[in-house]
């Protein structure tokens, strides 16, 4: 079965700072893996997705997530943050074999400090 | 591309009445839907999945007879909330995916229910 940890449910950073948000999988085939960001009252938003291949991805927004298969993770990273990014940032991971199972992490909120 | 859209946003109903939400894929020919209940500052947890024309296949301890699922055509499936409660006040997001390799879904801006 796959499962989701996002440590760290509140991330604060100063606008212009790293972003660093955690996410560790557990899966037992290979994953395929995506962060979603979810703004108030509003839908998810695919940023980004790792399915075969290249383990660096990048998204929109100046997001890019690595995969590593030694330390189950994919962690997202922006180099600097803008105030626009504030909001809740959900890991994902389902199997390649059932591509209806999303297993969502509890979500990282985010906060940007000016 | 790849845009769902969900109608309405928000509805207030009464105890007791049905509520359907709609969930429109309107760029793409969506195989699979799913449909998601939020809860307050926690994450999405998996209601159901319907693929177009086939019966919707729902996860254990979600009544599929208080949350009905249509999917009637590759762009359309909704979610009716029959003899609401207040419990059943909620954040419903659908999404939407279509046919392989096409792995990432697609969400809609959720609908927000309240029943009072």
């Known amino acids: 079965a796959q499962s989701v940890t996002q440590l760290g449910s509140h991330v604060s950073v100063s606008e212009g700072a790293l972003v660093l948000l955690r996410c560790n999988y557990s899966?037992?085939?290979?994953?395929?893996l995506f962060w979603y960001v979810q703004y108030p009252n509003q839908g998810l938003q695919l940023l980004l997705k790792?399915?075969?291949?290249?383990?660096l991805v990048k998204g929109i927004n100046g997001f890019e997530a690595e995969f590593k298969k030694s330390e189950t993770s994919f962690h997202l990273t922006k180099p600097s943050a803008h105030m626009s990014d504030a909001a809740e940032y959900f890991c994902a991971v389902s199997d390649g074999r059932n591509f209806n199972k999303f297993y969502f992490g509890s979500g990282t909120k985010l906060n940007v400090k000016p | 591309g790849a845009v769902v859209s969900q109608h309405p946003s928000r509805v207030i109903c009464k105890s007791g009445t049905s509520v359907k939400i709609e969930c429109r894929s309107l760029?793409?020919?969506?195989?699979?839907m799913f449909w998601y209940r939020q809860f307050p500052k926690q994450s999405l947890m998996l209601m159901a999945t319907s693929n177009e024309g086939s019966k919707a296949t729902y996860e254990q301890g979600v009544e599929k007879d208080k949350f009905l699922i249509n999917h009637a055509s590759l762009t359309l499936s909704t979610l009716t909330v029959t003899s609401a409660h207040p419990e059943d006040s909620s954040f419903y997001i659908c999404?939407?995916?279509?046919?392989?390799?096409?792995?990432?879904?697609?969400f809609g801006p959720g609908t927000r229910l309240t029943v009072t």
């Open positions: 899966s037992s085939v290979p994953p395929y």
């Open positions: 760029d793409f020919q969506a195989t699979t």
């Open positions: 790792y399915t075969t291949g290249a383990t």
């Open positions: 999404s939407a995916r279509g046919a392989p390799p096409y792995y990432e879904q697609y």
